[in-house]
């Protein structure tokens, strides 16, 4: 099986279990993907247990490989999560963090030895932000923080990309912009992309395949038309929604009021 998925995934904190015996997947290569549902669902929870962080059971399998019993070192060279904000206070230039995080793992990628400076100053400039390459990173806004750790984690070239909340802390245009590239480079890489997201809309127009969480549980899974419904919007966010096409004829949810 091709992508990114997991078996009978549970994550308990003390006595309270965030998520309850879940298969999902498989995330596919080429695709970007999108945990949707309403605070406290236990998305984030799945996107780390599925980078291996924290403490979980299940199986987590990336095509043929069992990414389970791997050190983190080497399951991180695979299988790559950026939280939703970088460290504030970090006094590095943010070149001198791209090169950072281009060893950390310990790999330099390939088409990347020899000429990691011109490799770390390009992906900044994918990200439109190649003029802060000389800032501190302790400089920046929030958002451009989050920009940042973008290229850095595109930059290490993993197999597998898991995002949380990657859009939080950008504006509209940077929230488009950011969804265009993902979904750019995606595909031409051939890697598997998965994002926690709020904002329906987004997820509607710009992913490929979206699997619906509430209370620990899978609710829907599939292409964003099939999961994003009036029927799972009530169920799972106790809402009277309609998707409906915009003049331009792209999907919309429009939401009448409360349940």
């Known amino acids: 099986m091709d992508g990114l998925y997991c078996e009978h995934m549970t994550v308990r904190y003390g006595r309270r279990t965030v998520l309850d015996d879940i298969s999902v997947g498989p995330f596919p290569p080429g695709r970007v993907s999108a945990l949707l549902g309403p605070n406290g669902s236990g998305k984030s929870t799945l996107l780390r247990a599925l980078a291996g962080l924290g403490e979980a059971t299940g199986r987590v399998m990336l095509g043929v490989d069992d990414l389970t019993g791997l050190t983190l070192a080497r399951r991180t060279r695979r299988c790559l999560y950026l939280p939703q904000a970088l460290p504030a206070m970090v006094h590095l230039q943010v070149l001198e963090s791209m090169l950072a995080a281009q060893h950390a793992t310990g790999v330099v990628p390939p088409d990347v030895q020899g000429d990691e400076i011109d490799a770390a100053l390009h992906m900044l400039d994918v990200f439109g932000i190649?003029?802060?390459?000389?800032?501190?990173?302790?400089?920046?806004?929030?958002?451009?923080?989050?920009?940042?750790g973008l290229a850095q984690a595109l930059g290490r070239h993993p197999d597998a990309l898991l995002l949380d909340e990657p859009l939080s802390a950008l504006d509209l245009h940077h929230q488009f912009a950011v969804m265009e590239i993902l979904r750019r480079e995606t595909a031409a890489r051939q890697i598997v992309t998965v994002m926690v997201l709020h904002d329906?809309?987004?997820?509607?127009?710009?992913?490929?395949?979206?699997?619906?969480?509430r209370e620990g549980r899978i609710i829907a899974a599939g292409a964003p038309g099939a999961v994003i419904t009036p029927v799972t919007l009530a169920r799972t966010y106790d809402i009277v929604a309609r998707v409906e096409k915009c003049s331009r004829g792209l999907p919309h949810v429009m939401v009448d009021g409360l349940r």
Do not use: F, H, K
């Open 130 to 148: 190649a003029d802060l390459s000389m800032r501190y990173m302790d400089e920046l806004s929030g958002g451009q923080r989050q920009l940042v």
């Open 200 to 213: 329906l809309n987004i997820a509607v127009r710009m992913t490929d395949y979206d699997v619906i969480l």
